[in-house]
């Protein structure tokens, strides 16, 4: 895309954290924002935010666990604006702890989410975009978690590595069947947002997530949470993501620097055939 004015972006998880900091950024940059998330009062919040800004917004309760809910989201954006442009698979949550102590219901709400919300972005949204011939770009959202592992982050890890590997395979696919489309991956590190409490969000289906037992997972959940509230805020984010969609990257990173580094411990260490030391964050 040449320009940003007027074209048509939708962001799932768009009432916090990088969710808002994605919608915010799009606005500014004179998008028209389709905004949805299952938090119906920050949804609110926002919409309140861009109408301010005098940005052409749709605000939308979104469930991305259903794939009934997420093509009622695509219905209204293309009823209301005939195209999407940058469709952001952006909703996720956050579920840390000893993973044969988490319970099924855990992993479940972390796979439903942070994977099949992605799943079904793509199954909804992509074959509308396609036949609508604009060039485009869909945005998956994954982590730095999404090209690392370590202690006590099971169901958040393996989510956002599926994410991963499903937008590399995204990528493939329409480089390979020649559209005006293509994707990206988000790989953000330290993002001062709420995803640490994001217990919030969780439905009753899910039940309710297990205390801890081990002093080390909760040492490590304090630091992780402690290092995210420091780290850049989500408009900074947003700002570095559109940079990179842009410049036509799909890796989108927020630090690349640290990340590469530990990127290429890991590597080695695979390359070497080693056994696997923890990422020092």
């Not at 999407?84 to 579920?95: I, P, Q, T």
């Not at 975009?129 to 958040?156: D, F, I, K, Q, R």
């Not at 956002?160 to 069947?177: Q, R």
């Not at 790989?187 to 217990?199: D, F, K, L, Q």
Request: net charge negative; charged share 20%; with cysteine.
């Amino acid at each position: 895309m040449d320009s940003y004015q007027n074209k048509v972006a939708v962001v799932t998880g768009a009432a916090s954290g990088i969710g808002r900091g994605l919608a915010n950024r799009a606005a500014q940059l004179g998008m028209r924002v389709v905004i949805a998330d299952i938090d119906e009062r920050g949804l609110r919040e926002v919409e309140q935010e861009l109408n301010a800004q005098g940005a052409e917004i749709v605000a939308q309760r979104l469930d991305v666990t259903r794939l009934d809910s997420v093509q009622a989201l695509a219905d209204t954006a293309f009823d209301k604006f005939g195209a999407v442009n940058l469709l952001f698979n952006n909703a996720g949550v956050l579920v840390d702890g000893i993973s044969w102590e988490r319970s099924v219901e855990d992993w479940r709400w972390s796979f439903d989410v942070n994977v099949m919300g992605v799943i079904h972005g793509i199954k909804t949204f992509v074959p509308r975009m396609l036949a609508a011939g604009e060039p485009g770009v869909v945005v998956n959202t994954a982590s730095m978690g999404g090209l690392l592992s370590g202690a006590y982050l099971g169901p958040y890890m393996a989510t956002k590595h599926a994410v991963v590997s499903i937008s590399e395979t995204l990528h493939f696919e329409l480089l390979g069947e020649k559209t005006p489309l293509r994707a990206a991956v988000l790989c953000p590190g330290e993002v001062a947002t709420g995803i640490w409490h994001s217990e919030r969000l969780r439905t009753e289906q899910y039940g309710e997530k297990g205390k801890f037992s081990s002093p080390a997972e909760t040492a490590t959940h304090d630091f992780l949470t402690n290092s995210v509230a420091q780290g850049i805020t989500p408009q900074a984010l947003a700002e570095l993501a559109f940079d990179g969609i842009s410049a036509g990257k799909f890796w989108l990173f927020s630090h690349p620097e640290s990340l590469k580094a530990l990127l290429a411990r890991r590597v080695q260490s695979i390359m070497d055939e080693t056994v696997p030391q923890p990422p020092q964050f």
